[in-house]
């Protein structure tokens, strides 16, 4: 069984910095991508980041310039580090994996519970 588990969120200041992190355990194989979606309100999740395992990134464009995605292949952890937050980046946050366990050897996706991010003006 794989686990997705977020940390960090809450209230967090407009204009000030943001850190998430989430680790993946269970019998997990590879992983071929983690990263970040969110939810705001009534919206569809989005995606904020993502970074393969080959090193490639993506960024959603509301979050260019101020996002960094980051993970630690030895601990199957990804790191959300975000600047000058916006109210608008209020959102329930969502970790996210693209990888192969044991008990399900192809590629699948995985999330985590989510971890709630307000943004206070």
Known sequence: QVHLVESGGGLVQAGGP?????????????????????????????VVATLTTGGTTHYA???????????????????????????????VYYCYAILQSATAPWLSDYWGQGTQVTVST
């Not at 355990?25 to 970040?36: A, C, E, Q």
């Open 18 to 46: 943001l850190s998430l992190s989430c680790a993946a355990s269970g019998n997990i194989l590879r992983i071929n991508v983690m990263g970040w979606y969110r939810q705001a309100p009534g919206k569809q999740r989005e």
């Open 61 to 91: 464009d509301s979050v260019k310039g101020r996002c960094t995605v980051s993970t630690d292949n030895a601990k199957n952890t990804v790191y959300l580090q975000m600047s000058s937050l916006r109210p608008e980046d209020t959102a």
